[in-house]
């Protein structure tokens, strides 16, 4: 179980490492289709004007140096642009910005270089060459709406726009409720402070190697938030129920105060 992705997830991340962040489900074959698309049309309107101002700038060059270059174009156009930009934005091509999906590795966590070249070569065959017949029927057959080059790469793609349903927050546990009084706890950043809120939702459904190891490791990211730290010999899952509580507590007393203030402008006094 790859248990550094619980605290690996940053602000713009949605999923973790087995999904268990946020629990994003595939994407439907329709919403696939339609993203696909998108991205067929915008990329052959792409090629096809940079074809049509190559062939003017060229119009009097050699014609194997302009063959080469044609061909080096429309590598340009289907594989580099393409890659590039689905790593920049880490699973997200125009069609899935427009239809709210993303590429992901199997696990759930984000994709880098590596998965986007070798979704992007495997489509250039299954989409462009095949008309994407073959990537229709790979879609309509698996669990997870997998195209051929998902299953080369080994990612799949998912729904972002859903809603978030979050564990109940934990509370303080009792034996620590004195050193979070004390502690002074920053806000941790959006994407550990959901990894965290998740893991100790979950805790008890893991197996217990994967659980200690992901609750130490979830343990460490938090302790750069935190001073002084827990008194020795704390488990690490009441330390992340002590963070996440007492910032809630502070949080929310916070809001009360800047509600009275707030109301105490409004009413005149």
């Known amino acids: ?7 690996t997830v940053t602000s713009d991340d949605l999923v973790t490492g087995e999904a268990v962040a946020l629990d994003l489900p595939p994407a439907s074959l329709g919403a696939r289709m339609a993203a ?7 990329t052959v309107v792409a090629l096809l004007l940079v074809l049509l101002l190559f062939s003017v700038a060229t119009i009097d060059a050699d014609p194997a140096a302009a063959e080469a270059a044609v061909i080096a174009v429309t ?4 594989v580099a642009a393409p890659t590039a930009l689905e790593t920049l934005t880490r699973g997200r091509s125009l069609g899935k910005l427009a239809l709210g999906l993303r590429a992901v590795r199997d696990d759930a966590g984000p994709i880098s270089f590596h998965h ?5 070569l495997i489509g250039v065959v299954e989409v462009y060459a095949f ?11 698996s669990p997870r709406g997998k ?10 793609v998912v729904r972002t726009r859903v809603a978030l349903a979050l564990p109940r927050p934990p ?5 620590l409720a004195g050193w979070a009084e004390r502690a002074d706890i920053a806000a941790l950043p959006t994407g550990l402070a959901l990894g965290v809120r998740q893991f100790l939702g979950r805790a008890p459904t893991l197996d217990p190697h994967s659980r200690a190891t992901v609750a130490a490791e979830l343990a460490e990211d938090v302790s750069a938030h935190v001073a002084p730290l827990p008194p020795p010999g704390t488990h690490p899952e009441d330390f992340l129920a002590a963070v996440i509580g007492a910032r809630r507590e502070r949080d929310l007393e916070r809001l009360r105060r800047q509600d009275d203030v707030r109301r105490r402008l409004t009413s005149g006094r």
């Open 147 to 156: 195209r051929l080059g998902d299953y080369a790469a080994g990612t799949y």
């Open 36 to 42: 696909g698309l998108l991205d067929v049309t915008a």
């Open 116 to 120: 986007a070249l070798t979704r992007t």
């Open 131 to 141: 008309f994407g017949v073959p990537a229709f029927f790979s879609m309509l057959v």
């Open 75 to 78: 590598l340009l156009v289907l």
């Open 1 to 7: 179980m790859p248990a550094r992705e619980f605290a």
């Open 171 to 175: 509370l303080v546990p009792p034996h």
